[in-house]
Structure formats: C-alpha cells, structure tokens
C-alpha cells in the first residue's frame, strides 16, 4: 500500500475479538471487529489478512482474504472478517511449525492507515522426535496470542485534497495515550518515513526465537502431509 499525507484519522478500532481461538490450523481465521468512524468518508474500507510464510523473505506471504466494507456511517460499527487458512503446501518445511506473524490491515483509497499484527504459534498434537513420514493436517493446531497485538498507524489524507497540518507533538503523545489504553501496543508512524511493507513482519519477527522458547520449539523438516 501506498503512503499518503497526513490527515488526523477518521476510523479508529475500538476492539478486535479472535473468534475460534485456539483452533485446527485448516479452520478459517475469525476475527470480531469493533470500529468507529469520527468523520464521514466517501468510499469503502479495505480489509486485509496476511499470513507470513516465513521470517527471511516476504515470498511466503499469504494473503488469505481481502474485502471491501461499505458505506461507513458515523458511529460504531461490528462486523466478523472471516478468512481461509493457509496453503501450509506453500509455507516453507521449516518454517511450518513454531511462532510466525498474521497481520490484519485496513486501508482506504490504497492507503493504509492501520496495521494490527499478532503472533501465531502452531504445533502438531503428537510428538514429532522422530518425525512420522507422512502428518495429519487435521492434528496441527494453531494459536493467535491475541492478548498481544502490536497496532501500527499511519497517517492517510483520507478524503482531503490537500494535507492537514501536523499536531503538535503533546497532542500526538495524547492521542497515543488514549489509544493505548483502549486497545493494544500502538505506534504512530510520521508518513514522510520511506519504509517498505516487510519492516513491519521483520519486526515482530526479530523477537520471534524468544517467542518459540515460551510457545514450544520449531519442528524439523520437511513433512509430508495429508
């Protein structure tokens, strides 16, 4: 997605709910998702899910669902993003089992201006020292800590033609307060920054070997499933 000018935001999420947690990893991701919209806009918003296939490269990248949510209407509004599991035929062997990223993002005119991202741990129900030739992709079970979202905003024009000035710094540090307390670890991020969309996995992913030592250690590979 493309990076737009700045404008205060018009849709804030109030809360985000993951239905069917834990689950079968073939099962389809289901998530909950309160918002409110301050300011009237004209078109629809964008919602993406994305699985990331591994922590090396953004080639394994799964975009498992997008869809377009409208008309908005002032206020608060729910609905349930529903979204099919990944190929796990084209996640890299190695990276099948252990902790990886899903990233929940919301855009509007190709801008994005919300990234949510969560870690996912999956495990196979049975022991796999040694590994079985041949897996049951019924027993691999999957897990969205979903008490630990990482929220990332940018700044958008949304329907303005021209961009808005900037806050001040205290009031941005106000907003930031606010939003935390509502909902998830927030950081706000000024849109003159040239940063490519894989900054955002690689971060959550830097931490992703201490991860995999609280949630169980990466199987070896590769597997054969069925």
């Known amino acids: 997605k493309k990076k737009c000018a700045h404008a205060m935001s018009c849709i804030?999420?109030?809360?985000i709910q993951v239905l069917n947690n834990p689950t079968k990893f073939s099962n389809p991701f289901q998530f909950e998702i309160t918002f409110e919209c301050v300011?009237?806009?004209?078109?629809d918003l964008e919602w993406?899910?994305?699985?990331?296939?591994?922590?090396e490269t953004t080639e394994f990248d799964q975009v498992l669902e997008t869809i377009n949510l409208g008309p908005i209407n002032l206020g608060t509004s729910k609905f349930v993003f529903q979204a099919n599991s990944p190929d796990i035929n084209k996640i890299p062997p190695g990276d099948v089992f252990g902790v990886t990223v899903l990233l929940l993002t919301c855009s509007y005119k190709s801008c994005e201006f919300?990234?949510?991202?969560?870690?996912?741990?999956?495990e196979y129900t049975e022991p796999l020292d040694p590994p079985p030739p041949v897996?049951?992709?019924?027993?691999?079970?999957?897990k969205v800590v979903a008490d630990q979202p990482r929220v990332t905003h940018f700044s958008i024009a949304w329907d303005n033609p021209e961009p808005e000035p900037e806050p001040s710094s205290q009031e941005v540090g106000d907003e930031e307060d606010m939003n935390m307390e509502e909902y998830g670890e927030?950081?706000?991020e000024e849109d003159e920054e040239d940063e490519s969309d894989g900054e955002e996995e690689e971060s959550l992913l830097s931490s992703e070997e201490d991860e995999d030592e609280d949630m169980g250690e990466q199987a070896p590979g590769p597997f054969n499933f069925t």
């Open 39 to 43: 300011t009237p806009i004209q078109e």
């Open 48 to 55: 993406t899910l994305t699985y990331v296939g591994s922590a």
């Open 12 to 15: 804030n999420i109030a809360d």
């Open 186 to 188: 927030e950081e706000d």
């Open 114 to 122: 919300v990234r949510v991202g969560y870690y996912v741990n999956t």
């Open 135 to 142: 897996l049951s992709v019924d027993k691999i079970m999957r």
